[in-house]
Structure formats: structure tokens, C-alpha cells
């Protein structure tokens, strides 16, 4: 009795520490499988160009705009254009009355080429009376001085031979003397006439023809001032007047716009302003435009608008079959940084800490999610740049990152697939 009772409590312990054994066996299982894994949406950091973009609205201005006004007052004769119009640089575009603007520049024509005539006239005619007369006195006292000088040679050989007396020969000395005196004098009161003489005459002559010139030339202005025409080509805007109305000096007869390039202007925040330079791209779009027009920065105020706190900038851009007009509004976008070639990763990767520090959530190997802190760049769209931390290829979360805890099993589903609530 004894025995079978041993053996019957050594069965019964074998089958507890079995049923032990089993159960822990179980108990092992059933933690393992219930490990949470968390289905996320993942993809790949990859390669390609990223740029910076600055929008802004701008105000369209013509490349160049030209109001002419008359200089002279007078009714309008005739159009030559009509709005709408194209036009080139130096083309006639109006004719005010200018008959009486005609007449005077025929006189005054008239009395430039008789002052001109009476120039060439005193350049060509023969010199003075006085100046006549001058000469001949010169020419005079060089025959006195001729002689008197032969008279001294013959008197000074007579008085060495002992013939002539020392008296005669001072005389004949001083008659030299003489002689020699009026031939500087003639001569010097011909210089005289003749540079202040001619001159004066001369001088005359020029200051009449000039006076004549002035009086044409201006004549000539007056009438070309009738003629309207265009200092730049583009196109006729507005013309608001009528032939044989009165057109007025200060008041525009015709304005003439070139818009085969526009002159976008913004007023951007300073922090914005800062990151732009000349030569910076950009591109323009309108509503109800087919696309964007590029273009370029070329002004960027150096100083603040001082009611606005804002900085001007301007952009130019070509306008091909004039589909932007000037004084409307566009859409600007401002490009003043682009890399290409580099690591970009979707915004919503992106996990943002209390201090300004990013990371994102990578999928490894493992299956695991690992949290690791990232050094991003510029921005576009939903695209951000990484400088530092990821390498091409690898996958990162981009639904699901938010809360998902650091080593966690993850399982990357399909767009379309939650992470459970």
C-alpha cells in the first residue's frame, strides 16, 4: 500500500511539473504575439533639384512708357495712328497747324543765307582805303630810307677821301636816322589796320551770320514741334483728343507704352527681401493665363518703404504676344536658391522637438522604426532638403511618425493603410 502511494504521488508530480512547463510555454508564446506592430506609410530619401521659393503679388509695369506733350500750343491738324497701334521710335504720329511756323521758317531761311553771302563777301573783298593808303606810305618810306642810306655811304667814302665835311656827313646821318624812324612808324600803323581793321569787320560779319542761324534754327525747332512723333516704339495706349482740337502744352496728346517686356513690383517682408539678389529667377502668372513667364530680379530696393516697412523689388520678364498687361495684378515667385542633385524627403517626414531640433522616423533592417535627428535646408512644396543625417535610399515614415515611439515594430503598409487609433 505503502509503495503504490509513492508511486502514485511521483506520477502525479511529473505530470505538475509538466503541466508547469506547458503553461510557461504558453505564457512565452502568447507575450511574444502580442508585441504591438504599427502599420505606417514610408518612402525613400532620394536625389533631386530643390528650390527656394519666394511668392509674393506684384503690380505689372511697361518695360518704358512715354507721354508726349506738345511744346507748342495749336489745334490738331491730323491723326496719323489710332489706339491700339504699333509703332516705332521716331515715327510721325500727329501734325498740329504749323502754317504760320512754315512761313517763318522760309524768312529766316531767307535772312541766313544773305548773312551768309555777306560773309563770304568781306572774307573775299580787298582791304580798306585806309589800309590801301598805309601800305603805300610804307612803301614810300622804304624808297626814302633807300636813298638816304645811299646818300650816307657816298657822303662817308667822301669824307674819308678828305672831299666832304664832318658837318655834311652828320647830316647825312641824321637824314638816315629819319628815314629809318618813318619806315617804323608806316609800317607799324599798317600792322595796326590790318588786325584790327579786318578783324572788326570780320567779327561783324560773324556775329550777323550767327545771329541769322539762330534765328532759322529756332524757327526750324518751332515748326518741327508741330510734328508729333514717337520717342520710343510700342504701342499707342490712349490718344484722347480729336482732330481740330486744341492741344496744349502739359497736357499728354499721345501716350505710347512698350510692353514687349514687363516690369513686375513687389513690396516684400524684409526677411524675404534679404535672401534675393539681381539676376535671381522668377516667374510671372496671371488669372486666366496658360502658364508661367520667366523673368529676373533687377532692383532690389536698398531701403525700406517707410509706410509700408517693406522692400520694393522688381522683376523683368519678356511678354510674347502681349498676354500681360500693365497695371494688373500677377502672381510672383521668386527663386533665390536652387541645389541641384541633393537628398530631399517629404515635409510630413519631418518631426519638429520643442527646441527647434529634427528628426525623422527611418525603418530598418529590422522592421523597426528608429528615431534619428536630421539637419535640413530649403524647402519647396511638400519637399525638404537634407543636409545631414540620412542617406540616399533609406526609408523614412512619412504617416504614423507622429507619437510613434523609438524601436517600435512597424509595418509598412500601402497608401490608404492607417496606423491604428
Known amino acids: 500500500m505503502l509503495r503504490k502511494t509513492l508511486i502514485?504521488?511521483?506520477?502525479?508530480?511529473?505530470?505538475?511539473?509538466?503541466?508547469?512547463?506547458?503553461?510557461?510555454?504558453?505564457?512565452?508564446?502568447?507575450?511574444?504575439?502580442?508585441?504591438?506592430?504599427?502599420?505606417?506609410?514610408?518612402?525613400?530619401?532620394?536625389?533631386?533639384?530643390?528650390?527656394?521659393?519666394?511668392?509674393?503679388?506684384?503690380?505689372?509695369?511697361?518695360?518704358?512708357?512715354?507721354?508726349?506733350?506738345?511744346?507748342?500750343?495749336?489745334?490738331?491738324?491730323?491723326?496719323?495712328?489710332?489706339?491700339?497701334?504699333?509703332?516705332?521710335?521716331?515715327?510721325?504720329?500727329?501734325?498740329?497747324?504749323?502754317?504760320?511756323?512754315?512761313?517763318?521758317?522760309?524768312?529766316?531761311k531767307g535772312a541766313y543765307e544773305q548773312a551768309q553771302a555777306n560773309y563770304e563777301g568781306t572774307m573775299a573783298s580787298s582791304l580798306p582805303e585806309q589800309i590801301q593808303k598805309s601800305e603805300l606810305d610804307v612803301k614810300n618810306a622804304n624808297a626814302a630810307l633807300h636813298a638816304a642810306q645811299q646818300l650816307y655811304d657816298s657822303s662817308k667814302k667822301l669824307y674819308e677821301q678828305g672831299a666832304l665835311s664832318k658837318m655834311q656827313l652828320n647830316q647825312a646821318e641824321v637824314g638816315l636816322t629819319q628815314s629809318q624812324?618813318?619806315?617804323?612808324?608806316?609800317?607799324?600803323?599798317?600792322?595796326?589796320?590790318?588786325?584790327?581793321?579786318?578783324?572788326?569787320?570780320?567779327?561783324?560779319?560773324?556775329?550777323?551770320?550767327?545771329?541769322?542761324?539762330?534765328?532759322?534754327?529756332?524757327?526750324?525747332?518751332?515748326?518741327?514741334?508741330?510734328?508729333?512723333?514717337?520717342?520710343?516704339?510700342?504701342?499707342?495706349?490712349?490718344?484722347?483728343?480729336?482732330?481740330?482740337?486744341?492741344?496744349?502744352?502739359?497736357?499728354?496728346?499721345?501716350?505710347?507704352?512698350?510692353?514687349?517686356?514687363?516690369?513686375?513690383?513687389?513690396?516684400?517682408?524684409?526677411?524675404?527681401?534679404?535672401?534675393?539678389?539681381?539676376?535671381?529667377?522668377?516667374?510671372l502668372s496671371v488669372a486666366g493665363g496658360d502658364k508661367g513667364i520667366s523673368g529676373r530680379v533687377t532692383v532690389v530696393s536698398p531701403a525700406l518703404d517707410l509706410n509700408s516697412t517693406t522692400v520694393e523689388v522688381w522683376v523683368q520678364a519678356l511678354n510674347p504676344g502681349d498676354q500681360l498687361r500693365p497695371g494688373t495684378t500677377a502672381n510672383l515667385t521668386l527663386v533665390p536658391r536652387k541645389v541641384p542633385n541633393t537628398l530631399v524627403i517629404p515635409r510630413a517626414a519631418l518631426l519638429t522637438e520643442p527646441d527647434q531640433t529634427t528628426s525623422v522616423m527611418v525603418v530598418g533592417p529590422d522592421d523597426r522604426a528608429h528615431q534619428r535627428e536630421v539637419q535640413t535646408g530649403i524647402e519647396e512644396g511638400n519637399e525638404v532638403q537634407v543636409i545631414k543625417g540620412l542617406g540616399e535610399g533609406e526609408l523614412v515614415v512619412t504617416t504614423g511618425a507622429y507619437g510613434l515611439p523609438d524601436n517600435v515594430k512597424v509595418n509598412v503598409g500601402k497608401p490608404g493603410d492607417h496606423a491604428p487609433r
Open 8 to 108: 502514485d504521488f511521483l506520477v502525479l508530480s511529473l505530470v505538475a511539473v509538466g503541466l508547469v512547463v506547458w503553461l510557461c510555454s504558453c505564457s512565452g508564446k502568447t507575450a511574444q504575439e502580442a508585441e504591438p506592430m504599427v502599420t505606417v506609410q514610408a518612402v525613400r530619401v532620394r536625389r533631386a533639384e530643390i528650390q527656394q521659393r519666394v511668392p509674393g503679388k506684384a503690380i505689372l509695369f511697361p518695360l518704358h512708357q512715354a507721354s508726349i506733350v506738345p511744346k507748342i500750343s495749336a489745334p490738331v491738324s491730323k491723326f496719323l495712328v489710332n489706339r491700339g497701334e504699333h509703332v516705332r521710335a521716331g515715327q510721325l504720329l500727329a501734325v498740329l497747324e504749323n502754317r504760320d511756323l512754315a512761313a517763318a521758317v522760309a524768312e529766316n
Open 181 to 283: 624812324t618813318q619806315l617804323q612808324i608806316a609800317e607799324q600803323q599798317l600792322q595796326k589796320l590790318q588786325s584790327v581793321g579786318q578783324a572788326a569787320q570780320l567779327k561783324a560779319a560773324q556775329g550777323q551770320l550767327a545771329a541769322a542761324k539762330g534765328r532759322y534754327e529756332s524757327a526750324k525747332a518751332q515748326f518741327a514741334y508741330s510734328e508729333i512723333r514717337s520717342p520710343i516704339s510700342g504701342v499707342v495706349t490712349d490718344r484722347p483728343l480729336y482732330p481740330g482740337e486744341m492741344a496744349s502744352g502739359g497736357t499728354p496728346l499721345i501716350t505710347v507704352m512698350d510692353i514687349s517686356q514687363v516690369i513686375a513690383r513687389a513690396h516684400l517682408p524684409e526677411s524675404q527681401a534679404a535672401l534675393l539678389k539681381v539676376d535671381d529667377a522668377a516667374e
